[in-house]
T-cell receptor, first 112, second 114 residues
Framework: EADIYQTPRYLVIGTGKKITLECSQT?????MYWYQQDPGMELHLIHY???????EKGDLSSESTVSRIRTEHFPLTLESARPSHTSQYLC???????????FGQGTRLTVV | KNQVEQSPQSLIILEGKNCTLQ??????????LRWYKQDTGRGPVSLTI?????NTKSNGRYTATLDADTKQSSLHITASQLSDSASYIC?????????????FGTGTRLLVSP
């Protein structure tokens, strides 16, 4: 069982609101990732981090931002939510040198 | 065109039957190929990881095969159970890249019917 947690699991919010999706892992992994997945589509990497104070943008352009102040915590923020942000957001983590990564259960975001 | 193509897109089988899911990829060179199971509304869970030099890897009732020459992989599920209903995702890791460069397929949605 992977020790990586995402909250909330589901979120319905109005346009223009600021939201933060939480992701925490207790495995001590230095690498963490955020993916966006639309129904029936592949996962797209939107942000990743190799460690504290390290953040990079992924292949899919996103209006969200991330921070990595602590090893175990990698929150994703949308300053002003829009309906186009409606999607599932998945967080993952991996250890340096490992080929294995562990995913959280995801946050399904709906912006109305 | 996606570098990782999966077929069929969806599949319905009766409980207890076997099935095989296909993955064709163009990523080259690659270091490993993974199969993940993703339940509806959940995050993916790793089933198998094969390096480019491996031909087969099993995990219980799941057996993955890899043919690097034809750039094809398959996932065989034996004696299917209702809990096998999920999406199965093929993922390829390009050579000398990290996890941030994984190439994901769109998945095969499997429904096991009683």
């Amino acid at each position: 069982e992977a020790d990586i947690y995402q909250t909330p699991r589901y979120l319905v919010i109005g346009t223009g609101k600021k939201i933060t999706l939480e992701c925490s892992q207790t495995m001590g992994h230095d690498k963490m990732y955020w993916y966006q997945q639309d129904p029936g589509m592949e996962l797209h990497l939107i942000h990743y981090s190799y460690g504290v104070n390290s953040t990079e943008k992924g292949d899919l352009s996103s209006e969200s931002t991330v921070s990595r102040i602590r090893t175990e915590h990698f929150p994703l923020t949308l300053e002003s939510a829009r309906p186009s942000h409606t999607s599932q957001y998945l967080c993952a983590s991996s250890a340096t040198g490992s080929t294995e990564a562990f995913f959280g259960q995801g946050t399904r975001l709906t912006v109305v | 065109k996606n570098q990782v193509e999966q077929s069929p897109q969806s599949l319905i089988i009766l409980e207890g039957k076997n099935c095989t899911l296909q993955c064709n990829y163009t990523v080259s060179p690659f270091s490993n190929l993974r199969w993940y199971k993703q339940d509806t509304g959940r995050g993916p869970v790793s089933l198998t990881i094969m390096t480019f030099s491996e031909n087969t890897k099993s995990n219980g009732r799941y057996t993955a095969t890899l043919d690097a020459d034809t750039k094809q992989s398959s996932l065989h599920i034996t004696a299917s159970q209702l809990s096998d209903s999920a999406s199965y995702i093929c993922v390829v890791s390009p050579m000398n890249t990290g996890f941030q460069k994984l190439v994901f397929g769109t998945g095969t949605r499997l429904l096991v019917s009683p």
